[in-house]
């Protein structure tokens, strides 16, 4: 939570600026008041109006509105936020604040202020990856400030890369992260997510369908509630979330040792799809057609990662969290599970084909746990994650 917290919003000039309309509803649903500033250009994606109505304040504008002055100096207004938060970050507002100049009202409020400073960047890929942006985020993070995103993704441009602004809820992360609020500030959270590959030869590999969207969800949303989050991922479709500590593996193996050199954890959620099997040794040369008819490819069985971490003594997490996904029967093979995983929770879900759950954006999910089965109704992948990771803050905080 952010009571009581005062955030000054810096809203650039960028198409993202609507995004911070959003912002503003997040921040002050969380309790936070919002100062909101506008710099001149803003104005032309965004309106006074709207900002102001959202936010519920004044917005500010311009540096020789001598009534602002006498109401408020730019000092004061700079100094009176426990935050500065600049949203959208442009590529013009990051060379300002870098090279140390203080033309508008933005610029200087950015100069004169002593508070922390957060900005969500959002710009063309181009524009970001110019060698005179890339100095000034170097600058800018040697002086203090802090980043979230920017995200890759379509860009309103048309073209593809990082330079979209975070998402609203991962900014709030951020912000709540830095003020260590939020009910799992303090709490460190591991989450695996996505499939594994299992090497067949240096080219060819076992996988399966997972995208990595509910693992990649849950994440995220553990984050916007304050958390020091470890993701350990397979190679999934949807990138990763921001304001995470996010490891990559390839492999089961890869992704046991990883989490295991995340210990010690408060609470496990394993998302991940993990391959059950590996090749008992996959070749180190492509195989070829042969004369000999067909190769035989021999099995062994990936570690469990899953039910080591639950059985695990002085170092297992105080909250193990698996996944079930399952075709048919779905709680009695799941609640089946639950016991031999040895975990505490397990999130079921039916990914027959039919239910479009695997690879989709919505999940029909039943948390069965000491207390019996829950059963929540069909929702967005994030509602799910949200409901989850808050379920998860009550067991851990309560
Ligand atoms: N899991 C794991 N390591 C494995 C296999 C699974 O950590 N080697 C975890 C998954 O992340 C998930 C849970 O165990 O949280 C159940 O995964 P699932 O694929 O549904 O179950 P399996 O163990 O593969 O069991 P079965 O093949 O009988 O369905």
Redesign the pocket.
């Known amino acids: 939570m952010l009571a009581s917290k005062r955030i000054l919003l810096i809203i650039g000039a960028g198409i993202a600026a609507y995004k911070s309309l959003d912002l503003i509803r997040r921040l002050k649903e969380r309790g936070a008041a919002v100062t909101p500033v506008l710099t001149p250009a803003a104005e032309e994606f965004v309106t006074p109006l709207s900002v102001s109505a959202l936010a519920g304040e004044k917005v500010y504008r311009d540096l020789f509105d001598l009534t602002d002055e006498a109401e408020m100096g730019h000092i004061q207004l700079s100094r009176s936020a426990d935050m500065i938060v600049v949203a959208p970050a442009t590529a013009d507002l990051m060379g300002k604040m870098a090279g140390g100049l203080a033309n508008d009202l933005a610029s200087t409020l950015l100069m004169a202020t002593d508070t922390p400073v957060l900005c969500a960047p959002a710009m063309n890929v181009r524009m970001w990856d110019h060698p005179a942006t890339q100095r000034n985020l170097q600058q800018l993070q040697a002086d203090g400030v802090r980043f979230v995103g920017p995200n890759e993704g379509d860009m309103a441009c048309g073209e593809y890369g990082p330079g979209r602004m975070s998402e609203p809820l991962e900014i709030v992360a951020a912000i709540e992260a830095q003020m260590g609020s939020g009910p799992l500030s303090g709490k460190r959270v591991l989450v ?1 997510s996505g499939p594994t590959h299992e090497p067949i030869d240096p080219v060819r590999y076992i996988a399966n369908r997972s995208s990595g969207a509910q693992g990649t969800a849950v994440a995220r949303a553990l984050a916007a509630l304050g958390a020091e989050v470890v993701f350990v991922t397979g190679p999934a479709d949807v990138p990763a979330p921001e304001g995470v500590q996010v490891l990559r593996v390839e492999t ?1 193996q890869q992704m ?1 040792d990883a989490v295991e050199a995340a210990l010690p954890v408060d609470a496990g959620v ?7 099997w590996r090749m008992a040794s996959a070749s180190d040369k492509k195989l070829k057609k042969s004369r000999d008819g067909l190769p035989v490819l021999e099995f062994a069985e ?6 080591r971490i639950a059985h695990m003594g002085a170092d297992r997490p105080t909250l193990v969290v ?5 075709t048919d029967n779905v709680i009695e ?1 799941a609640t089946a ?1 639950r016991a031999r ?1 040895g ?1 505490d929770w ?1 999130v079921a879900n039916d990914v027959s084909p039919a239910t479009g759950i695997m690879g989709g954006s919505e999940n029909a999910v039943t948390v069965i746990s000491d207390s019996g089965a829950e059963e929540w109704p069909r929702m967005g992948k994030d509602a799910v994650a949200e409901r989850l990771a808050q379920k998860i803050a009550d067991a851990l905080t309560g």
């Open positions: 695996t089961a046991s394993f998302a991940a799809a993990v391959a059950d990936n570690p469990d990662i899953l039910k698996g996944f079930a996904a399952e093979h599970k995983k975990c397990i």
